[in-house]
């Protein structure tokens, strides 16, 4: 039996849908977060977004990790010193 609006005219029932079906419920309040557990997921983000781009320049440079660019740059730096001191 049709249910009816406040005018009268009657309310038909979606086609397929049956009464007490749990998917015809309203939604679930949305999850709430407090400050410190936003402060900490944004953290945690801004960390792997900041690895990912070290790694993505170490990649670019040809380096597995930054240990060997570290012992790279420190080689030249060695290399320019011992240059200079050539020179003089």
């Known amino acids: 039996m049709p249910r009816h609006r406040k005018d009268g005219r009657p309310i038909f029932p979606i086609l397929g849908a049956v009464e007490g079906d749990p998917s015809l419920d309203p939604p679930a309040s949305e999850p709430t977060f407090t400050q410190a557990e936003v402060a900490s997921l944004v953290a945690r983000e801004k960390q792997q977004g ?38 003089e």
């Open 50 to 87: 900041s690895r990912a781009g070290v790694n993505d320049v170490l990649a670019k440079l040809g380096f597995d990790k930054i240990d060997d660019l570290a012992a790279f740059v420190q080689s030249q730096k060695d290399a320019a010193a011992a240059q200079l001191s050539e020179v």
